[in-house]
């Protein structure tokens, strides 16, 4: 699915990720933890193509293509998906109206027909009773004075809809209570099959529980540090990060 | 070696045209009214940035064209079919045809409301002895300028409609303003008289277009008394050839219980500059100018308002919103005046402006003048960029950015438009945005 390789990126001159390298194949979930600034969030922006972001070296290649030559719209249209970590409001355009205009230029990009407003509706009632959004959010502005929950809420109700290849949620387990996060994790679960694939930034172990991942990385400066199974992220929960960093100190 | 250079006098070359303009009016009524607009505008000179009302809109490259006054042209002829693509075809309306300051009946269709309502020349109705008409006529237009005395002395026959007392008009009238088309730079003075009556109900729309051919100056005067408790909508869009010039005046006399709500969307025209004055006459008088202007190249859009709070309990409401791009210019002043005698006045004035480039500008003008002592007024203006984060976030979703960025300035333009009474018209105008916004790309 998507291959990184020695990829160094920087912000404002200051170099972030220093040489990661993952593999990340179709059906799998793939868990990168680590502290506050290492570069957790970084990974995701310039994986979606932020431009405040500089890579400066290393590749990318997501489904045989060089995704780090491609904009940000025909990261999408080839199947990325990045949950944000904030979510922007965007005041003035409803839900209905940004969704159906996305699912259309990805349909338009990979050649295939429209969905009929008839198709779209049905899709939408389905999908936000999956993460119980109540369909009056979905004729209200993107995201525009929804709680923190229900933004998050509303970024697992967009994967859905979108059905990308690939979906990297970036912390959106923060900041929310256990049942929100419940509702979050089912939409992720539902999502999964053995054709895409999830890429999990998250700083709590908490989530794991409910998504259970197949490999879990631990970040740290910029470069993963630490790979392994599931069983990981109850070392990091028991022993603190502190256990596989302090060889650096 | 000693060049002998006759300096143009546009002051003149306009007085020259009125007289031309006068000596072919038979009605002497008229002809008294325009002899004196034609004194009063050779003792006028046209404003420099140091009139404080035109501090921000240099009028010198409009003076440097010499304008011929349409009626000394070629008359345009036009054919009914090249009328219906000019209209909002969208909605249905009662359709007034100007052609180059000159309302043309034949072009018109308004059959359905003809026996309702009033809708003729200013000189029929002058030579009809109309008592409102010459109780009204060019005694509304306050703080007379130069620009009034030159639209006042060259019109030659505007349009007037008079809407009785308890008429409530269902479908909107369309105005259509049809400029240019000469091969010449033209130019052509369009008068409105619009008298509404006590608790009538009526909506206009005025679209300005212009014809091929040369560069032409675009000069209307409005003027509208809204009668008691009456409501009057009036949807001025503004489309004129980009190398064009537009100057409009409109004045408002508003009575008691009355609505009077005003827009302009200014998207063509070189140079455009929009005057729209209210007197809030008496009490619980609801008023509300709103516009909406996006610009790119070099356009230049001044929207100067006045509203003249004279009695208490009246509310007044102002939304002016720009989108410049490349090197375009926006102007916006907004003067409100609040009488001695008008307390619980509430005025809210606002003007916002998103600019795409470095290189435009906006010039925003609150000016508010308080007699009253128990009042609200708020005023305030914002400017700023499209919200990258937001850009950002659509993108992401596998929206083009051409798409993405008509999405956010739609969306910045959208309390403008939802206002409007007229749902076809805010497609038309959401359509009009996103074809100004990519018309490099459309062309």
Redesign the interface.
């Known amino acids: 699915m998507i291959t990184i390789k020695n990829l160094k990126a920087e912000i404002d001159s200051k170099e972030i990720l220093r040489g990661l390298n993952l593999q990340v194949n179709a059906g799998e979930v793939h868990a990168i933890m680590g502290p506050n600034g290492s570069g957790k969030s970084t990974l995701a922006n310039v994986l979606?193509?932020?431009?405040n972001y500089e890579v400066t070296s290393g590749e990318v290649t997501f489904n045989g293509k060089d995704l780090l030559s491609l904009?940000?719209?025909d990261?999408?249209?080839e199947g990325l998906?990045?949950g944000?970590q904030y979510?922007?409001?965007?005041?003035?355009?409803s839900n209905a109206?940004?969704?159906q205009?996305?699912i259309n230029?990805?349909r338009k990009?990979n050649k295939q027909e429209e969905i009929t407003p008839k198709e779209f509706l049905a899709k939408m009632k389905e999908k936000a009773k999956v993460v119980g959004m109540d369909s009056s959010l979905i004729s209200r502005?993107v995201n525009t004075g929804f709680s923190g929950g229900e933004k998050k809420k509303n970024e697992i109700f967009?994967l859905l809809m979108?059905d990308p290849k690939l979906a990297i949620l970036d912390e959106t387990d923060s900041g929310l209570d256990i049942d929100a996060l419940r509702v979050v994790s089912q939409g992720v679960n539902e999502f999964r099959n053995k054709n895409n694939a999830v890429i999990l930034v998250t700083h709590y172990q908490r989530l794991l529980d409910y998504i259970v991942p197949d490999f879990i990385h631990v970040l740290y400066k910029g470069e993963i540090i630490k790979s392994g199974g599931k069983e990981l992220a109850h070392e990091l929960e028991e022993k603190g990060y502190d256990w596989i960093t302090k060889g650096d100190k | 070696m000693s060049v002998e250079i006759k300096k143009r006098n546009p002051i003149e070359q306009f007085a020259q045209s009125a007289e031309n303009v006068i000596n072919k009016n038979t009605n002497s009524a008229i002809r008294a009214i325009q002899e004196q607009a034609k004194s009063d505008l050779q003792n006028s000179q046209f404003p420099t940035l140091k009139t404080e009302e035109w501090k921000y809109t240099n009028l010198n490259k409009f003076l440097a064209n010499e304008f011929v006054h349409t009626s000394a042209l070629d008359k345009v002829e036009l054919k009914k079919s090249e009328i219906d693509a000019l209209v909002f075809d969208s909605f249905e309306s009662h359709v007034l045809v100007v052609v180059n300051g000159v309302f043309n009946k034949e072009l018109s269709s308004f059959s359905e409301v003809s026996n309702k309502v009033t809708v003729s020349t200013i000189s029929e109705a002058i030579i009809g002895n109309d008592e409102e008409v010459k109780k009204y006529f060019s005694k509304i237009s306050i703080n007379n300028s130069v620009f009034d005395f030159l639209n006042l002395s060259n019109f030659v026959d505007g349009l007037y409609i008079n809407i009785p007392a308890n008429v409530i008009i269902e479908k909107p009238f369309q105005i259509i303003n049809i400029n240019g088309g000469t091969v010449e730079k033209s130019f052509s003075s369009s008068r409105n008289l619009i008298i509404a009556g006590k608790h009538s109900q009526s909506t206009f729309v005025q679209k300005s277009v212009g014809l091929e051919g040369n560069l032409y100056f675009n000069n209307i005067s409005s003027e509208f008394v809204v009668a008691e408790n009456c409501i009057l909508n009036f949807y001025n869009v503004e489309l004129d050839n980009d190398d064009s010039f537009h100057i409009e005046k409109t004045d408002v006399l508003q009575k008691r219980d009355s609505q009077f709500n005003h827009f302009n969307f200014t998207f063509g025209g070189k140079l455009v500059r929009n005057d729209v004055n209210t007197k809030l006459s008496d009490e619980n008088i609801e008023c509300t100018l709103n516009g909406l202007y996006i610009a790119n190249d070099n356009q230049h859009f001044d929207n100067s308002t006045f509203i003249d709070h004279a009695k208490p309990h009246s509310t007044s409401h102002e939304l002016y919103k720009g989108i410049l791009d490349d090197n375009s210019r926006g102007v916006f002043s907004g003067k409100i005046l609040v009488a001695k005698d008008a307390q619980l006045t509430n005025a809210y004035q606002n003007n916002n402006t998103i600019l795409l480039s470095d290189s435009a500008k906006i010039d925003s003008k609150p000016q508010l003048e308080i007699y009253a002592d128990d009042v609200k007024c708020t005023h305030g203006a914002t400017v700023g960029q499209l919200?990258e984060?937001?850009l950002?976030?659509?993108?992401?979703?596998?929206?083009?950015?051409e798409?993405?960025k008509s999405?956010?300035i739609?969306?910045?333009a959208?309390?403008v438009v939802a206002e409007l009474k007229i749902d076809k018209l805010k497609d038309e105008i959401n359509h009009l945005i996103f074809e100004h916004l990519n018309r490099d790309e459309v062309v």
């Open positions: 979606t193509g932020h431009d904009d940000p719209e990261r999408a249209r998906f990045l944000f979510p922007v409001e965007i005041p003035g355009v109206v940004f969704l205009t996305a230029e990805i990009y502005s967009q979108l | 919200d984060s937001a950002f976030y659509i993108l992401s979703r596998g929206i083009p950015k798409k993405a999405m956010l739609t969306a910045f959208e309390n």
